[in-house]
């Protein structure tokens, strides 16, 4: 077997000399950054070594793994050393087989660099891959928290290393979305669960809480087929209740107006026999407690009732936890998050999620009823975060 060593600047310099002199059939033995730089020795590739074999009289029994994916990094700030024995990788059906030792050596370097990043606290101002970095990048512009940021920079390492420290910046996209869904995996999501009579809307001013509510309602009576009612007590703005009562005959359900627990008593009597019954609740400035406590005044929140918090996404990510905070004594389902569409930064649906460990029931993004409301999944919040059609 004819084995050599090869030495260049960037990994496609080193992988051109192996194929000019070794062709197609060469196998990569080992390849490792020889020259130390970047943040304690990771990521700053000034040099590269790459052992390559090829045995020109035997033929080898299983194809060869490409090249370019059966690279590995040492990253280690060691001096160079000649590998102890040859260690070829070979794919075997769907399969990569390689040395045992190597895939230790691999898998330490890899929980080598996330205890690094771990114990530096932040991915910002260290040298990445080019791919790696910009996607972070997108992920700060959509206002994702930086501790999440650097948590999923961790999995979307491991797995660039594992690849052979090799992606397109769609491939790394896909990994962190995978990653996303995976962190929301074990919230509820999805609209009205149809286990509750009740479904409560609550919300500041100005967020489009009525017209999602008529959008929900809407989808329980012509998807779902249910026996629907509606219930406000947004008394504080006229034009709030003739607009439900548009929406209550359009639909051709029934509305009442309460003003205090006595009608609302009397409204959730009138409606025993509805399937659904969405209660409207006024658009104040929850940011001021009273406004919070007068909700328990007029609803009760001891009912079988399922709670949904309407924010905004145009809204900012402090404003929007402390309205959360506000609501404390109540107990939230799940989020809403509408004006989808009159926002490109969508991180604090993760990052809200998150820190409430509170699921998201829909997304709206425009004005028409019913058509503009989106259930809400994992996989729809992790790919609207992450902007997959832009890899497309």
Excluded at 87 to 115: C, H, N
Excluded at 182 to 208: A, D, E, M, Y
Excluded at 245 to 258: D, G, Q, R
């Amino acid at each position: 077997m004819k084995v050599k060593k090869y030495t260049a600047s960037s990994m496609p310099e080193a992988m051109k000399q192996v194929r000019s002199e070794l062709g197609s059939d060469a196998v990569i033995l080992n390849s490792r950054v020889v020259q130390t730089g970047g943040f304690m020795g990771f990521f700053k590739k000034n040099s590269i070594e790459v052992i390559a074999a090829i045995d020109p009289d035997t033929e080898i029994a299983s194809k060869p793994v490409n090249l370019d994916k059966s690279l590995k990094y040492n990253t280690s700030s060691k001096k160079t050393e000649e590998p102890k024995a040859e260690q070829t990788f070979y794919k075997k059906g769907t399969e990569l087989t390689a040395p045992s030792m190597a895939d230790k050596d691999l898998l330490k370097e890899i929980s080598q660099l996330k205890d690094m990043l771990k114990s530096s606290g932040s991915t910002e101002g260290i040298s990445l891959p080019d791919p790696v970095s910009r996607h972070l990048q997108h992920l700060r512009d959509q206002d994702v928290d930086q501790s999440i940021i650097d948590e999923l920079s961790g999995v979307i390492l491991e797995k660039w290393y594992l690849n052979g420290a090799a992606a397109s910046e769609g491939e790394v996209a896909e990994w962190s979305a995978q990653a996303i869904r995976q962190r929301l995996s074990g919230l509820s999501f999805g609209g009205v669960s149809f286990t509750k009579k009740f479904v409560n809307v609550i919300g500041p001013t100005g967020v489009g809480k009525t017209t999602t509510l008529a959008k929900i309602a809407a989808e329980c009576v012509l998807k779902h087929q249910k026996k629907v009612a509606f219930i406000t007590t947004d008394t504080y703005r006229i034009a709030a209740i003739e607009q439900l009562k548009t929406y209550a005959k359009i639909l051709n359900v029934p509305i009442e107006v309460c003003y205090n627990m006595d009608d609302y008593k009397a409204a959730t009597g009138k409606f025993a026999q509805y399937d659904v019954v969405f209660i409207d609740t006024a658009g104040r400035n929850f940011r001021n407690q009273k406004y919070v406590n007068d909700l328990n005044d007029v609803i009760d929140f001891s009912e079988e009732m399922e709670t949904f918090l309407v924010l905004a996404l145009t809204s900012k990510q402090k404003d929007m936890e402390e309205i959360r905070n506000q609501f404390s004594l109540i107990h939230i389902d799940k989020f809403i998050f509408t004006k989808l569409d009159e926002t490109s930064v969508y991180g604090s649906m993760l990052n809200m999620a998150e820190k409430f460990s509170t699921g998201i029931a829909y997304l709206t993004n425009g004005q028409d009823v019913p058509d503009d409301l989106i259930g809400a999944s994992p996989e729809i919040t992790a790919n609207t975060i992450i902007g997959v059609n832009h890899y497309e």
